[in-house]
């Protein structure tokens, strides 16, 4: 059975795998608003409304049309590649995930993608940004110090004022 009318047979992941999906983007949400809510609990200088509205709305992209699938997808091999497993797409997949990902960067606004320039992320956006970032450690079991370090500098530039408030929000988080 085809679970969205725009892919072909090839292309319809398992309902297995959209369930899979489903759970995992529930609790990766469930994360960041915990880490939202952190944050808005210790830090007078960010608006909390703002701070607990980004909670709520947070990935919500990733139930779309455009993204939904392609995220299942996507899921569904990150899922495979850390238990060790070799996972391969079926044809045109690969395509339709790398478009959906490019959307979703660039129309929320907690990823740097979405501003012509990271330096143009407010500090909710960095607030978002960070818990987003807090969520995907939490899941993985790894540091998101280690991952802002990458990340910072050589993938994004932002300014020294940001820089400080991702390293506090970090340290907030860890």
């Known amino acids: 059975m085809r679970l969205n009318k725009f892919l072909n047979e090839e292309e319809s992941p398992t309902k297995e795998m959209v369930d899979f999906y489903e759970k995992r983007t529930k609790r990766h949400i469930d994360r960041v608003i915990k880490n939202l809510n952190t944050i808005a ?3 007078d200088d960010l608006n909390k409304i703002a701070l607990l509205t980004r909670g709520k709305t947070h990935d919500k992209s990733k139930y779309s049309n ?10 569904w091999w990150h899922k495979e590649k850390n238990a060790g497993r070799k996972f391969e797409y ?15 960067v660039s129309i929320n606004k907690h990823h740097p993608d979405a501003h012509t320039s990271p ?8 607030a978002e940004m960070i818990a987003d970032w807090a969520a995907m450690s939490q899941e993985l079991n790894n540091s998101l ?5 990458k990340n910072i500098g050589s993938k994004w530039k932002f300014n020294k004022e940001q ?5 506090e929000l970090v340290e907030l988080l860890k």
């Open 41 to 43: 609990e210790e830090r």
């Open 119 to 126: 330096s143009k992320m407010s500090n909710i956006d960095i």
């Open 66 to 75: 455009k993204e939904k699938i392609p995220y299942v997808w996507l899921t």
């Open 145 to 149: 110090k280690e991952w802002a370090d």
């Open 90 to 104: 079926p044809k045109g997949v690969e395509k339709k995930i790398k478009v959906a990902a490019k959307g979703h």
């Open 163 to 167: 820089i400080k408030l991702i390293y």
